[in-house]
């Protein structure tokens, strides 16, 4: 995620790798290589893999907010396509195709996990408010931005928080997103406009409660 400041008010951007993504699929078939990898080329898979990994590893973190979670379900998930290979059809692009895979694995995660949410939270605040004691102001500060962000984005619903972060990591249109999720675009467009102001207004508070500590 970028965040950029236009006076008091931050905005986001989609990631580099998202954004490239979007330049990809305007020149370049991933769903050509896919069915290359159905047909034996193993190269084609290899491609597809360095291509998609960062993006689909920083969706399901995020998503999780738990390291090892993530890892075991990006194992999982190209795992999956890996096995779908044999029956896989070009009818949609290969990004969606695969967060689509992604999207079903962290639900599945996400409601087996919910209830250990809150101690989870609790221990990530110990965490920073034990580090933050040996940094510098300007580090800790950032650190502060930083985690009330990443705060306010595990205090989302949950069918926002999916959108936000298959819009950040995907590259892929709202209304790709909606189908994914099995919404409408215009649900899709809210529940991502609903994100981005709760996001907005955790880091306005930030800034504001950094302000008068000042």
Not at 35 to 48: E, P
């Amino acid at each position: 995620m970028q965040i950029q400041e236009e006076g008091d008010e931050p905005t986001f951007r989609r990631s580099a790798d998202s954004r490239r993504l979007e330049d990809m699929e305007a020149g370049e078939d991933d769903s050509v290589l896919m069915l290359r990898y159905r047909a034996g080329d193993v190269l084609a898979f290899q491609t597809l893999y360095e291509r998609y990994k960062g993006p689909l590893y920083r969706y399901l973190k995020r998503f999780c907010r738990e390291r090892a979670a993530a890892d075991d379900l990006f194992q999982e998930v190209w795992g999956k396509v890996i096995a779908a290979r044999v029956r896989y059809e070009a009818r949609a692009k290969f990004a969606t195709f695969l967060f689509h895979i992604a999207h079903n694995c962290a639900i599945d995660h996400f409601r087996k996990r919910e209830r250990d949410r809150d101690d989870l939270h609790e221990e990530a605040l110990a965490s920073v408010a034990a580090a933050e004691i040996h940094r510098p102001d300007a580090e800790v500060a950032t650190q502060q931005l930083d985690h009330a962000l990443q705060s306010a984005l595990a205090a989302l619903p949950p069918e926002q928080r999916d959108v936000f972060l298959l819009y950040e990591e995907s590259g892929l249109s709202l209304e790709e997103i909606g189908a994914i999720t099995q919404v409408g675009m215009e649900t899709a467009k809210s529940r991502l406009r609903y994100a981005l102001a709760k996001l907005r207004q955790a880091l306005a508070d930030q800034r504001e409660v950094a302000r008068s500590s000042r």
